[in-house]
């Protein structure tokens, strides 16, 4: 029996049921189902903002927007030399970004992409995919202004899918598969917003608020 065809839509489905997926590099047309025995998540209230990033936050030249450039964002992550993100992942998300479900946030040096990450939106979850840094601190400010985006919009589970060292050093947790499906069920059952009506995040402020929840 022909399996179905991989779509954005049947991608949304997988999420809801807790797996995600990955190919081995950017050159292996076969795509791997993951749901892993512990995940990362990232606690939104746990984001851990050192004194040297909330300095480079408040002192920062560079400018923070939202879905300007997906596809670029997404090309950006996968321009290592290890990738998962082969050409059926990119042409998935960007679907789903098409959708309203993917979104990215980039962080600008004048006109030049420095540093974001994107994912994907289901109910009040917020499944990280990847992140990229072409400067200093780049990806971490990301992080901050994503997570403080995520809080003023209702989300109440960022998935990391893995826990990396760089993420554990902010914030980032380790659970057990069955804590992530109860915590993820939780989350579909409710609805958030990636783009808060009213919401127009400063520097200022994201090290302030990230200060009172850490």
Not at 135 to 143: E, F
Not at 172 to 182: C, F, G, M, S
């Amino acid at each position: 029996m022909t399996p179905p065809a991989l779509t954005p839509r049947l991608l949304l489905r997988a999420y809801a049921l807790g797996i995600f997926p990955m190919a081995e590099s950017r050159d292996d047309p076969e795509i791997h189902w993951v749901d892993p025995r512990r995940r990362g998540i990232f606690p939104l209230d746990g984001f851990h903002i050192s004194r040297s990033l909330a300095r480079r936050i408040r002192r920062m030249d560079w400018t923070v927007t939202v879905n300007e450039d997906f596809a670029g964002t997404v090309r950006a992550c996968a321009d290592r030399e290890d990738t998962w993100i082969n050409p059926t992942i990119f042409r998935l998300y960007v679907g789903l970004h098409a959708l309203g479900h993917a979104h990215s946030l980039e962080v600008r040096e004048g006109d030049a992409l420095v540093g974001g990450v994107y994912g994907v939106t289901l109910g009040r979850a917020f499944f990280g995919e990847s992140m990229f840094s072409r400067r200093t601190d780049a990806s971490k400010v990301a992080l901050a202004f994503l997570i403080d985006r995520l809080r003023a919009g209702g989300f109440t589970l960022f998935d990391t899918q893995f826990l990396t060292p760089h993420l554990a050093s902010l914030g980032a947790i380790e659970i057990p598969r069955a804590d992530y499906h109860r915590r993820l069920g939780e989350a579909l059952a409710g609805k958030a917003e990636f783009a808060p009506p009213g919401y127009s995040p400063d520097p200022a402020s994201v090290v302030q608020r990230s200060s009172q929840t850490s």
